[in-house]
């Protein structure tokens, strides 16, 4: 026979009704006593019964997460990111993926995923014109991304234009004057909530900081963001005969492919080209050389998400607020790519 909730309560000298608030994350613990009895959970190895807790809360104790595309390593590392924090509060998650299709964003949203008792959801073809959508969900819903804002739902984004911002002013800082950007939108709408615009955004209000001049054709259209997209971006910026110094690629992966395209064409970097991507995949590490970029607080998205739905599915403080929006921290990463150490 396994563990029970009987053999953590006596080991952390409480009853099994305290062992039962601490495991349901109830707000009206004592700190002392709730650190107590997850010590005694983690010596133990205590694992919840979601089954029969379900039963008794009419819960499942599993949350859901919709992203688009899992082969973006950004959202397969926040799936994971997602899980462990699920995992620290005794739930398990179900990963959706919704393809980056409309009308599956859509179903979603109207439906939800079976069998969780909430969702996370980061649509990416839904916009903000999207959010009388939301008025008709009945079940606890947080948004991750930049689609949807202004709905009557909770929302954990990053720092957009901000981390762009410092992507290329970090640039700067190096003496950079000409520098490119890898990633914009095929239809070139820069007044849209998309990532893409977002951070072209960014890249322009740091020129404009820095007295450098814009330059269209610095800015490289690249769609989907997967490394074969960056490459061959770089490879039509080399082949314009058009000067840069340096390339701010609007994510990692399409950095990994700037790095491939400027290594077949003999440009050094960070010697003769500096780059910088952003989303600080696990990948960059092991680039040659390693990829500098921003860290967009992956972790504190997926701790902040899913601590936010909890409160909506009901099992601790602050169910009855209005809608709250969280973005994350950032941070710069320099690491070779722009000549730093960062690891």
């Not at 062992?19 to 650190?35: F, L």
């Not at 990692?252 to 700037?258: E, I, T, W």
């Amino acid at each position: 026979m396994g563990v029970t909730m009987r053999d953590v309560a006596l080991l952390a000298r409480v009853s099994n009704k305290t062992v039962s608030n601490v495991v349901n994350d109830h707000p009206h613990v004592h700190p002392e006593t709730r650190a107590r009895v997850q010590r005694a959970i983690a010596e133990l190895g205590y694992r919840p019964n979601l089954s029969a807790r379900g039963l008794r809360s009419g819960r499942t104790g599993v949350i859901g997460l919709a992203v688009p595309d899992l082969r973006q390593t950004y959202f397969a590392e926040l799936a994971d990111a997602v899980i462990a924090a699920a995992e620290r509060r005794h739930l398990s998650v179900i990963v959706g993926q919704a393809g980056a299709d409309r009308d599956h964003e859509i179903a979603v949203i109207e439906n939800g995923l079976k069998q969780t008792d909430g969702l996370l959801f980061s649509p990416e073809r839904l916009g903000t014109e999207d959010r009388g959508l939301l008025d008709q969900v009945e079940y606890p819903l947080v948004l991750l991304g930049e689609r949807i804002f202004g709905g009557p739902t909770d929302h954990v984004t990053m720092h957009n234009v901000e981390g762009a911002r410092a992507a290329v002013e970090h640039l700067v800082g190096l003496g950079r004057r000409r520098i490119a950007v890898v990633g914009a939108h095929p239809d070139r709408r820069t007044g849209q909530l998309r990532p893409s615009d977002l951070r072209v955004r960014g890249y322009r209000e740091a020129l404009v900081v820095a007295g450098l001049p814009e330059d269209e054709r610095l800015e490289r259209v690249a769609a989907p963001w997967h490394p074969a997209d960056g490459a061959a971006a770089t490879r039509e910026l080399l082949a314009s005969g058009v000067e840069f110094d340096a390339v701010f690629a609007l994510n990692d992966a399409l950095a990994v492919g700037v790095l491939r395209a400027l290594g077949e064409a003999g440009r050094r970097v960070p010697d003769d080209v500096a780059v910088i991507g952003f989303d600080n995949i696990s990948t960059g590490h092991f680039t040659l050389p390693s990829l500098s970029s921003i860290d967009p607080g992956r972790d504190e998205i997926a701790e902040v998400a899913v601590g936010m739905l909890l409160e909506r599915i009901g099992w601790g403080e602050g169910t009855s607020r209005g809608p709250r929006l969280h973005k994350a921290a950032f941070r710069v990463v320099a690491r070779e790519s722009t000549g730093g150490t960062d690891t």
